[in-house]
């Protein structure tokens, strides 16, 4: 069974840096690439970014680059997400998912393209 759990979230101070984590359970990232995304409250599910390991190619959306770093660590299965400076303007729920395509990345962050999905670590962050 593929599941993907999000780790790393809380309150964070506005301009500090966060780290979040995704564990793969029950694949490998060699079978899936990993992207993350985020809701904000009465919003919609916005792509940030995703890595596969099998091409080396990772992607971020154009409103997130500069700011969010992606990366994985094969050995332990997880992919993480540094997202520095933060703003008020962050706080929302983070996804991290595993799209149909298997072992690319989509080329659009669309969330109809994954499949298996986390059930979310929640950002806040104060001013």
């Known amino acids: 069974e593929v599941r993907l759990v999000e780790s790393g979230g809380g309150l964070v101070q506005a301009g500090r840096s966060l780290t979040l984590s995704c564990a793969a359970q029950?694949?490998?990232?060699?079978?899936?690439?990993v992207g993350w995304f985020r809701q904000a409250p009465g919003k919609e599910r916005e792509g940030i970014s995703c890595?596969?390991?099998?091409?080396?190619?990772?992607y971020y959306a154009d409103s997130m680059k500069g700011r969010v770093t992606i990366s994985s660590d094969t050995a332990k299965k997880t992919v993480f997400l540094q997202l520095n400076d933060v703003k008020a303007e962050d706080t929302a729920v983070y996804y991290c998912?595993?799209?149909?395509?298997?072992?690319?990345?989509?080329?659009?962050?669309?969330?109809?393209?994954?499949?298996?999905w986390g059930q979310g670590t929640e950002v806040t962050v104060s001013s």
């Open positions: 029950g694949f490998t990232l060699d079978d899936y690439a």
């Open positions: 890595i596969s390991t099998t091409d080396g190619r990772s």
């Open positions: 998912a595993a799209p149909n395509y298997g072992k690319s990345c989509p080329l659009i962050f669309t969330a109809e393209l994954y499949d298996y």
